[in-house]
């Protein structure tokens, strides 16, 4: 088989995995939140739980809203056909439209005209790293429009510090509210410019929960913030309880002594993903 119908037969996969079946650290941390919970928190945790098992169970969709595609494609340098993977991702957005089946949710911001299959102008986002070797690893976020909702960004003074950027992260998190279909997770990125900060916060979805930074600083700041989250008290669906978030994890890049970029992505407790590698001889490892 073509190299290019292997990589679009594998994204088709690969959303099919990642709108049915939560990965085992996201489920793992909602069963521990539903167990010290109580009251409407701990009941809206139990219908949540029950959603994800009749999802896994009947190959339904999680929720409805199945997201805007994203792709994060590590790709190595000597991997035959790195020219055909984008074109290839695209048709099995389009594939996996119909057959799993997809929301359609490309929409042009000019027109209003729905695409009708999750494509259109940098729609599915491919984030890009080239490394080395002759595999390619393929990992999907199809993110929620709610939760993109209440995604935030600023430039704080280099003066304000992490005391600025703590205080930055816990207002949001207050002004988001039920919004975002809490407990979340929060990706918090620093540094680097405007674009940089909004990606890492992005790119910190992908981290499992189940990981600390390898930083020992940005882990214990993760820490302190996600317990500041959970004393909020906004709980599962804002509608109250111990349970506002799920994690807190940041990342960051050296940014210019005259600005302090921060952005914040949520993710809402539906956290989808899910990976593929694709082997030199053709094989495909999956996982989420």
Not at 128 to 156: A, D, F, H, R
Not at 157 to 174: C, H, N, Q, R
Request: hydrophobic letters at 40%; charged letters at 25%; glycine letters at 10%.
């Amino acid at each position: 088989m073509k190299i290019s119908k292997v990589i679009e037969s594998v994204t088709v996969e690969l959303l099919r995995k990642a709108v049915t079946t939560l990965p085992s650290d996201v489920k793992e941390v909602l069963k521990r939140a539903y167990e010290v919970e109580e009251g409407v928190g701990k009941i809206q945790l139990k219908n949540i739980l029950d959603n994800i098992e009749l999802a896994e169970k009947k190959q339904f969709t999680i929720c409805q809203d199945t997201g805007t595609v994203y792709f994060y494609v590590k790709a190595g340098g000597c991997f035959k056909g790195l020219e055909k993977i984008r074109g290839a991702l695209i048709k099995g957005v389009r594939r996996a439209t119909v057959e799993i089946p997809l929301r359609p949710n490309a929409v042009n911001p000019l027109t209003q005209e729905n695409s009708g299959d999750n494509t259109g102008f940098h729609i599915p986002h491919i984030y890009w790293e080239v490394v080395e070797g002759e595999e390619v690893e393929i990992t999907v976020l199809p993110k929620g429009g709610g939760s993109e909702n209440t995604s935030k960004y600023t430039m704080l003074k280099p003066s304000d510090g992490l005391d600025g950027v703590k205080k930055f992260v816990l207002e949001t998190i207050i002004e988001a509210g039920a919004q975002p279909c809490p407990p979340t997770i929060i990706g918090v990125g620093l540094g680097g410019g405007a674009d940089i900060a909004m990606k890492l916060a992005k790119t910190a979805l992908l981290r499992p929960l189940n990981s600390h930074h390898p930083d020992r600083k940005v882990a214990e700041i993760e820490a302190e913030l996600l317990e500041a989250a959970n004393m909020t008290g906004i709980g599962p669906m804002g509608l109250g309880g111990k349970t506002t978030a799920l994690a807190v994890h940041i990342e960051y890049a050296h940014r210019h002594p005259a600005s302090y970029p921060v952005g914040i992505v949520f993710q809402c407790w539906a956290a989808r993903r899910a990976s593929a590698k694709i082997l030199p001889d053709g094989s495909i490892m999956y996982s989420t």
